[in-house]
């Protein structure tokens, strides 16, 4: 113990517990499950993170003759909607949808092997980490938060050559592209994926975030959206999808 | 060289740690005692990204900022300072590039040295370069380039030699975005240790034989990683409670460097610092409220507490309304450890430590456990199974999760905190005390769970 001694609430107020939700994570993700008798404990086990448990409801409910494909829009997204909505409500945190993510994509790898035809995709998206940096916390974090709302996900991993950027985006046509970097020396490849897009004729938003990345350097770029939380990506993916062009988007996102 | 194992703490008691003072003081560079009964600030920097095209380029940067430094630290009457230069990427893939930058620094700080006596000293940390787009190459050909890249600036002036080693990580990174509490003991406690025991024999052989001090390491990439990702009370990405938990484990790796042969000063940005002094009685660097021009944290002043070098953890190198960054932050530095040194000399430190504590303890399990008195537990709960890197981690992890169980009220937790530390727990509670299974098992899971992770790393 110190000698000194003190009340702290008269110098510091623990914010979170003050603001911390009445409802425990597990009555509010209750109230959002569908009723269906076969698609809830899918939605269930998705909430729970637990990929068995999610391929024993999927593999249930296609014995009763639901069609795998529709499982996926019907079942394995109304979970990860419950995951997602009660994260950005601030109940539950990322860990939580991590694990969800990783059930979903089980789950949706198991519908696409049990059906005939593939899922259609909501919009695709471009990742990377900037070229130099090897710092891919914050990616697989963004690439997560993407595919838990459905987007589809295109990872180039860390280190990746600004040619390999621009090729990718030729061929996949993405409606987004998102670069993280950590440090400071390695943002400036995003200026050049940049200009190397918009000499393509590439106008792709290009969402860039991670640690020393800030505001002022993302908007000395023409394609540049400022993500400042990973939270922001699937947003962003949202707003593009609903029709918001690049003023909007930097209208939306830049906050500074 | 062989590794030495502490199996005892370095203070009779947690009352007896201070700032400013360590049992096993270190000598370095230009007069400098570092834990010697003063603190010293440690101005840490980087330079503007167009500076690393090209090596000239890059000198003239750093010498531009260490003359700014010295300058400040004269006009403004300061008796002492520490330069960190944290390598740019290319200033350690190619080592004659950190050498030169080291001799050119250096030969700033001797004048002034030599023209006022300015006690100072330079720490040199090479980056952590072992890795390529796909994995970590911990040995092997990046290895030896590393090694070249120590030899260089220990020959051409650095004092210190230290580096924010990564090994663990590719396991580590999984596991924390998944509360996975098993996944972090053996990644940090287990991987990272192994890795530290063999990178830091080779690093204190290069000093010695350069005759120059082998300092410390920080656990950044890992409990850092942990720290920033749990961020500021209001954000949802992990418990703090998680996090606190990553940095106690941390310690006992942290540990392995000096029991394999460093001597301090730890890095500045290894929260886990105190637990380690209180075992080993090295000098350490730390940062906090004077470091928020790189990142926050929530135990700005706490962690003054025990500190011998005080660090702002980095800056770009620009102009601003009160000069450049390293000398307006430079001078914030300074008159902390002034205060400070004021304590030691009116015999008043104890007071103004604990009021330090006292102004952080209850505003986040974080600073709760690091407060020295907590922070001294822990160590003790690490020496116990000193001779065993997975039980002492455990042990490190266990008794963290014990006093926030039965923490003083006053620091109050949230129910998702609680519950996290309830998980935590009772994941804990049903681990193995037998080491070989839990690193088989480990193995055996990761090697599965975590594509990149390659067991020759380690030498498993």
New interface residues.
């Given amino acids: ?8 609430s008269e ?2 107020e ?4 003050k ?2 939700k009445a409802m ?1 994570p597990d009555d509010a993700a209750a109230e959002l499950y569908p009723k269906d008798e076969l698609i809830r404990p899918i939605a269930e086990s998705i909430y729970e993170g637990e990929e068995d448990d999610t391929v024993e409801a999927l593999q249930k409910a296609i014995d009763a003759g639901k069609d795998p494909i529709a499982l996926i829009d019907d079942a394995l997204m109304v979970g990860m909607g419950v995951v997602t909505k009660l ?1 950005d409500e ?1 109940i ?4 939580n949808v ?2 969800s993510a ?1 059930a979903m994509l089980d789950g949706i790898d198991f519908c696409k092997s049990q059906a005939k035809e593939a899922p259609v995709s909501k919009g695709k998206i471009v990742c990377h980490v900037a070229e ?1 940096d ?1 710092h ?2 914050g990616k ?2 963004v690439t ?1 938060l993407l595919r838990a709302n459905a987007f589809d996900v295109v990872d180039l ?4 050559p600004v040619d390999e950027v621009i090729e990718t985006v030729k061929k996949e046509k993405p409606i987004m592209v998102t670069g993280t970097a950590l440090m ?2 390695t943002m ?1 490849a995003f200026k050049a994926v940049n200009d190397r897009l918009l000499e393509a004729g590439l106008k792709v938003p290009f969402q860039c975030g991670g640690g020393a990345v800030n505001q002022d350097f993302v908007s000395t770029y023409e394609l540049g959206v400022y993500g400042e939380e990973a939270a922001d990506a699937p947003k962003m993916a949202e707003a593009i999808l609903a029709g918001a062009d690049l003023g909007k988007l930097k209208e939306q996102f830049h906050q500074h | 060289m062989t590794v030495n194992r502490y199996t005892k703490m370095a203070y009779a008691s947690a009352d007896d740690m201070i700032f400013g003072n360590s049992p096993n003081p270190v000598k370095a560079g230009l007069d400098l005692e570092i834990g010697g009964g003063y603190t010293t600030p440690e101005i840490n920097y980087a330079p503007r990204p167009e500076a690393g095209e090209t090596k000239e380029k890059l000198i003239k940067e750093y010498e531009r900022i260490t003359r700014d430094s010295m300058e400040r630290m004269v006009q403004v009457g300061f008796p002492s300072v520490v330069l960190e230069t944290e390598h740019v990427q290319q200033m350690t893939n190619n080592p004659t590039w950190g050498g030169e930058v080291a001799n050119a620094q250096k030969a700033i700080m001797e004048d002034y040295h030599d023209e006022y006596g300015i006690k100072c000293a330079l720490r040199h940390t090479p980056g952590d370069i072992r890795e390529d787009r796909d994995y970590l190459q911990l040995r092997g050909e990046k290895y030896n380039t590393l090694m070249e890249s120590f030899e260089e600036v220990a020959s051409n002036g650095a004092d210190l030699l230290s580096i924010e080693t990564m090994g663990g990580k590719e396991v580590f990174d999984r596991a924390i975005l998944r509360n996975d509490v098993p996944g972090m003991l053996f990644a940090i406690g287990c991987l990272g240790t192994m890795d530290m025991e063999y990178i830091w024999q080779d690093i204190t052989k290069i000093a010695k034989k350069n005759n120059v001090v082998s300092a410390g390491d920080t656990d950044c990439a890992q409990a850092n990683t942990a720290m920033f990702i749990a961020g500021g009370l209001l954000d949802k990405n992990l418990a703090h409670t998680l996090a606190i938990i990553a940095r106690a484990i941390s310690a006992p790796r942290t540990l392995a460097a000096y029991e394999a042969g460093a001597v301090g000063p730890g890095k500045d940005c290894a929260y886990e610092n105190t637990i380690v002094k209180s075992i080993a009685g090295v000098p350490i660097a730390q940062e906090g409220k004077t470091s928020t021009c790189a990142h926050s944290d929530v135990m700005g002043n706490l962690v003054m507490q025990c500190c011998d070098l005080w660090s702002n953890e980095s800056i770009e190198y620009h102009g601003e309304f009160g000069g450049t960054t390293v000398q307006c932050w430079g001078e914030s530095l300074a008159y902390d450890c002034a205060l400070m040194n004021s304590a030691l000399q009116t015999g008043q430190s104890k007071n103004l430590r604990d009021m330090m504590v006292l102004s952080d303890k209850y505003r986040d399990p974080q600073g709760y456990i690091l407060a020295y008195d907590n922070a001294y537990k822990i160590g003790e709960a690490i020496v116990k199974d000193s001779d065993d890197i997975y039980l002492r981690a455990k042990n490190a992890a266990v008794e963290c999760v014990n006093l926030l169980e039965n923490a003083d009220p006053k620091l109050q937790m949230t129910r998702f905190e609680k519950n996290a530390l309830a998980d935590a727990s009772e994941a804990l509670a049903g681990l193995t005390d037998d080491s070989d299974k839990f690193m088989s098992d480990s193995l055996e899971q990761y090697k599965e769970e975590v594509k990149v992770f390659r067991p020759e790393n380690y030498g498993l």
């Fill in positions: 113990m110190t000698s000194l001694d003190l009340d702290p110098i510091l623990r914010y979170n517990v603001m911390e425990t994260y601030g539950i945190f990322l860990p991590m694990m990783d130099g090897v891919d916390i697989s974090i997560a991993g860390r280190d990746v400071t020396t400036y």
